[in-house]
């Protein structure tokens, strides 16, 4: 009787962690960050790396305050397809666009990337957040301000010079995440749960979907509350909001003797420590996926 | 104070009572340490523990954390192999007594200093003692060396049952070579760590995954840990061997292979540096072929020996399959350590071919974290199978009987083998559940691991506390234990106030 009783327990445990619901709709939460804003960084020596390097960025760039969104994301396709700067395959399953090429070494593991038509974003994709109806790419409903995701590089890539930015160097990135001060998160030197979208950090979008959760709207950690979750505002030292957490963000650096591209941030689906400023991950260029996402940096005299 | 002597005697100096007291300080460090990650911080304890103890838990400082903790860990498992040994394999009793004191002098300093530099603030004067506790395990290992050297003349074993050259025991060999491995590892991992603040920076290995060009520093502790990890898995298997009393065909064609792939298999890892990966890895294969083989050469003998003497006690002379399957299975602490040597082959074996067969064509399109899952949870589920197979042959040490004996074997067998099967599917989940759908998979396999850990952890747990419970009872174990190391029951009696010196001396 006791094995019997203790086998029913397992078996309901075993189900009550089955029992992940489907993501629904999400809350449509504004969180008073323009999507559309610019931070400047302006030139200067930082300390990169865990173990903080000495590193000089000798001029002024501007970065993307948040992630690129859904919304932005859809305009891009949308405007980049009715001009042919990018173009669909044939049975319109995904967005392709041109890529001139990596130099290939032909080292141990290393992949050519040549010169041709890459996946941008695949349109039929379970889990992508935007709808095709066969014209106009548009976001569902909810997801408008949360980053757009299941994004490759070559899609993050050709979004940043489509409005005359690129993606961020690694130095970039970091510099922009944790200011001169060698700082491990954006905001500081701890984490809390209510700083960032990570994985069990119990935000409101983690329920019904299990503890790697889903996106937050961009801006979300500022200090606000949303309807009884209270966050703590954590910008970086320049002003970004979900430089720790949300999605990962591509960055720009092809590499000698290797295919793949990094990632710096951290996601919805990591534990805290992916969310230092200095942790990075791989993925061939061409991968999509949703804890994925990017923003751009450009130029100031092309700001100006 | 005598009473208290006479335990400490036990605790420090016999064989069992050593392996006791390192057992249950690395199962204190488990609990501890184990507060910090996983569930124990998606549950919040973390934040408890971290308010309750004062870790100083600096975001900057985690890889060098883990080095040391699992450092620490690590050296309290040497410990107690290294009493496995000297309490298995004949020798001087003044060898056994130095190399025992050696090695809990030895790991006891670097456990404490090193964690409490690590975790407790940066106090460098604890570094240097954690650094003293790691070179006093090396010199254990060369007062090993030197006692388990096979061509002693006091140590011949001539009987044909077992594997000797001209009298040689090379059981004793076997030994002596993964002795002497272990050390030269060691010395490998030593030089890569003695350049740390000389341009050289902490990292985890499975963060080197992709580099296309690692520096030969980083090569030498890539392959200190593989090596070390994998002579400790030999030194098991030769313990457990000797436990099994080993004899036989099978151990004279084991004995040899098994020096023979220790050599290689730890020549193949020292290549790693000067070739840079590529065909060293080769060369390891072979090595840890030949390994592999004297271990299914161990199992095959053991599980035949466990049947054949279950068999005989029942008086069955000629078994069906299932009386034989049933005698195996009589006796799970014995059939375990074993068993847990078959079973580690599905969880990290067969992955880890797998994986570098399949790894171009499908583990490096994954993004590297899903590919860092892999190792990571390749060799935890190693280590851990090393544990449980410790942990079995020390219930065994310790006296358990009868129907508790059967308890604890099984709960150490079924909730380790569940957690670790777990923990496979979990680390290669990507074959076939997406990113997207994966929380259902990671919910049930995460669940699964966290209750067969607990149910290990509950086990031993209920070990410690008898154990402990025993030391506080005058003619407990553990005083029958202490005499079996040649310190006397009268003896203890006497420290005891329960025979007087003069009674003694008539």
């Known amino acids: 009787m006791k094995v019997k009783l203790f086998l029913i327990a397992i078996m309901a445990l075993v189900l009550a962690a089955c029992s992940a619901a489907e993501a629904g709709e999400p809350p449509v939460i504004e969180t008073g960050v323009d999507p559309e804003a610019w931070a400047r960084v302006p030139a200067g020596e930082f300390l990169m790396g865990q173990f903080d390097h000495p590193t000089v960025i000798d001029y002024d760039y501007e970065i993307m305050v948040t992630h690129v969104t859904n919304a932005q994301f859809a305009e891009f396709l949308n405007a980049a397809l009715a001009d042919g700067t990018i173009r669909f395959n044939e049975d319109k399953t995904e967005v392709l666009g041109y890529y001139p090429g990596d130099e290939f070494h032909g080292y141990r593991h290393e992949e050519r990337i040549d010169e041709g038509d890459w996946l941008l974003f695949p349109v039929d994709e379970e889990g992508v957040r935007l709808e095709f109806d066969g014209e106009t790419f548009t976001p569902l409903a909810g997801y408008e301000n949360h980053p757009a995701t299941f994004v490759t590089w070559f899609g993050a890539r050709a979004y940043c010079e489509y409005y005359g930015g690129r993606l961020p160097s690694e130095a970039e990135w970091e510099k922009a995440a944790r200011g001169t001060d060698g700082r491990p998160y954006p905001w500081g030197g701890e984490i809390e749960r209510n700083n960032a979208n990570f994985y069990s950090s119990r935000d409101p979008f983690e329920e019904g979907v299990g503890k790697q959760g889903d996106t937050t709207p961009v801006g979300f950690y500022n200090g606000k509350t949303y309807d009884g979750y209270e966050t703590i505002d954590s910008p970086s030292p320049y002003g970004l909001y979900d430089m720790a957490g949300n999605v990962w963000q591509w960055t720009g650096n092809v590499y000698d003797k290797q295919h793949y591209r990094y ?42 | 104070m005598q009473a208290i002597q006479a335990r400490f005697k036990f605790l420090f100096q016999s064989t069992k009572g050593l392996i006791l007291v390192a057992i249950a300080a690395i199962a204190l460090v488990t609990a501890l340490w184990g507060m910090l990650s996983g569930p124990m911080a998606e549950w919040g304890v973390r934040e408890v ?31 107690i192999l290294v009493y496995m040994i000297t309490g298995l394999i004949p020798m001087k009793e003044h060898e056994r007594v130095s190399i025992n004191f050696s090695a809990t002098v030895g790991y006891i300093t670097s456990m404490v200093f090193g964690l409490a530099f690590a975790y407790f603030g940066r106090n460098w004067a604890f570094h240097g003692l954690y650094l003293l506790g790691l070179s006093i395990m090396f010199f254990t290992g060369v007062l090993l ?26 059981e004793r060999a076997a030994l002596f070579v993964m002795s002497v491995a272990t050390l030269g590892s060691a010395v490998f991992g030593a ?11 902490t990292f985890l290995a499975e963060d080197l995954i992709r580099w296309p060009d690692k520096t030969d520093l980083q090569f030498a502790i890539v392959g200190h840990l593989h090596i070390m990890l994998a002579l400790m898995a030999v030194a098991l298997a030769l313990v457990i061997g000797r ?68 068999l005989a006690e029942q008086g069955i002379k000629k078994a069906s399959f299932w009386q034989g399957l049933k005698a195996l299975l009589h006796d799970p602490v014995r059939f375990g350590t074993l068993w847990q040597m078959v079973y580690m082959n599905f969880c990290t074996s067969f992955v880890g071919i797998f994986v570098a067969v399949k790894l171009d064509e499908i583990f490096r399109v994954w993004p ?120 006397t029951e009268v003896e203890a009696d006497t420290r005891e106030g329960l025979i007087s010196a003069q009674e003694l001396a008539k």
């Open chain 1, 263 to 304: 990632l710096r941030g951290g996601s919805k689906g990591e534990y805290e420590h992916w969310l230092r400023v200095w942790a990075s991950i791989n993925i061939a260029p061409d991968f999509a996926g949703p804890s994925v996402g990017f923003r751009c940096v450009r130029d100031v005299a092309a700001a100006e």
């Open chain 2, 49 to 79: 523990a971290v308010d309750l103890f004062g870790f100083d838990l600096d975001p900057a400082e985690r890889e060098g954390r883990i080095v040391i903790l699992y450092h620490t860990i690590a050296m309290g498992v040497v410990a």
């Open chain 2, 145 to 170: 060396a030197v006692a388990l050297r096979p061509w002693r003349k006091d140590y011949r074993n001539p009987d044909p049952a077992y594997a000797h050259l001209r009298g040689m025991n090379l």
């Open chain 2, 191 to 201: 030089v890569a760590g003695a350049s740390y603040g000389n341009g050289f920076e």
């Open chain 2, 243 to 310: 436990w099994f009393d080993w004899k036989g065909t099978l151990h004279k064609i084991s004995m040899p292979i098994m020096m023979l792939g220790t050599t290689v298999m730890t020549a193949g890892t020292w290549a790693v540096v000067p070739m840079h990966g590529g065909a060293a890895h080769t060369i390891i294969y072979a090595g840890s072929t030949f390994v592999l083989l004297a271990g299914l050469f161990l199992v095959i003998f053991g599980f035949s020996k466990i049947i054949r003497e279950r």
């Open chain 2, 368 to 487: 590297s974290r899903d590919e860092r899952l892999i190792l990571t949870g390749h060799w935890h589920i190693l280590s851990g199978i090393i544990a449980t197979i410790i942990l079995l042959y020390y219930a065994d040490m310790a006296g358990l009987k009868g129907r508790v004996r059967k308890v604890f074997g099984w709960t150490v067998i079924l909730g380790s083998d569940a957690a670790f099967g777990a923990v496979t599917v979990f680390e290669m989940k990507r074959l076939f559940v997406s990113e997207l759908n994966q929380q259902p998979v990671t919910d049930i396999t995460m669940l699964i691991a966290d209750i067969g850990l607990a149910l290990v952890l509950v086990a031993l747990a209920a070990l410690m506390v008898w154990r402990l419970v025993d030391l506080f009872e005058r003619d407990g174990r553990w005083r029958k234990e202490l005499a079996e190391t040649g310190y």
